[in-house]
């Protein structure tokens, strides 16, 4: 009888409670911040973070997961019982962290041949972050509560990422200017002409998908380009960070829109809030033409 374990890391931004109800193991991430080292979801929750960005002008530097680190894990879960481990990590364009699972996958097998055929280990790139697979991750740990199998979840979260958009908008350029995601001279241009860019992120690529002058057109941008790219009457999830008032700004406007209300919040944390600062609002959704 299989015992599945499905894994995930910070940059998922799963509620505390589904990650103990459902029983999701969440790797942390590494943050350095000034000369300090902090572990993320355990040294501070994600209001916790923001407060710390604040008190630094620096970036923080967020570590991958290492190999080694990997190797222990995979022979910690074999330990356990575990005959299949599911681990779904962030957009491995973005993070070597999957790339490490993956070769760690490798070198536990040459080292541990005992376990040959009896651990299965699916490693799925999250290509995205935050409820690009947040959401597939917790579906996939409701359905192994069901009693499904770990390749129809494998397959059932494989295909979700793929069919999955996130629109988000930040409301200043000072920290993707500062971690060099765009030129500083360009963010520094950006936020004195009150520019806003809406980031698009699916199939391993964040673009810039539009830009509104001025905070007040923001939202209402955000919500005319995910509803025109959703498909219809699927789920939709919140993307926010220190803006309270924006995420019910955005509720508010989608469930005018199309008559109901997010499936779920997400709050960003280290690996996104480092990049695009901590006052971001953004929706994810399932695209048009998938099969949800």
Same mark, same amino acid.
């Given at each position: ?12 931004? =799963? ?13 942390? !991430? ?13 040294? !501070? ?44 990590? =962030? ?90 995601? =765009? ?14 860019? /809406?980031?698009? /992120?699916?199939?391993?690529? /964040? ?19 995910? /509803? ?65």
């Amino acid at each position: 009888m299989e015992k599945i374990r499905i894994i995930t890391d910070s940059a998922s931004d =799963i509620t505390d409670e589904n990650e103990k109800d459902l029983d999701i193991r969440v790797l942390p !991430f590494q943050i350095a911040l000034g000369d300090s080292s902090y572990t993320s979801r355990l040294d !501070f929750d994600n209001d916790g973070f923001y407060e710390l960005m604040a008190q630094y002008d620096e970036i923080p530097k967020t570590s991958q997961i290492t190999p080694f680190e990997f190797q222990e894990l995979y022979l910690k879960e074999a330990e356990a019982g575990y005959t299949d481990i599911i681990l779904v990590l =962030i957009n491995s364009h973005g993070s070597s962290t999957f790339g490490n699972s993956v070769m760690a996958k490798e070198a536990f097998f040459d080292e541990h041949p005992e376990y040959e055929g009896k651990l299965h280990i699916y490693n799925i790139d999250g290509k995205g972050y935050s409820a690009i697979y947040g959401v597939p991750v917790v579906d996939g740990a409701r359905m192994i509560k069901e009693g499904k199998s770990a390749k129809e979840v494998d397959a059932y979260i494989r295909n979700a990422i793929d069919n999955r958009r996130i629109y988000f908008g930040m409301y200043t350029l000072k920290y993707a200017g500062k971690s060099g995601r =765009i030129p500083s001279a360009a963010a520094f241009v950006g936020d004195r002409l009150n520019l806003k860019p /809406i980031m698009k /992120i699916c199939d391993n690529e /964040i673009t810039t998908g539009a830009k509104v002058r001025g905070e007040g057109k923001l939202i209402p941008k955000i919500v005319d380009m995910s /509803i025109a790219d959703m498909k219809p009457g699927t789920p939709y999830e919140v993307i926010y960070g220190n803006d309270l008032n924006a995420k019910e700004e955005i509720e508010a406007l989608m469930k005018e829109r199309v008559g109901y209300g997010p499936a779920g919040y997400y709050q960003i944390g280290a690996a996104i809030a480092a990049n695009a600062g901590p006052r971001t609002v953004g929706l994810s959704f399932y695209i048009k033409g998938s099969d949800k």
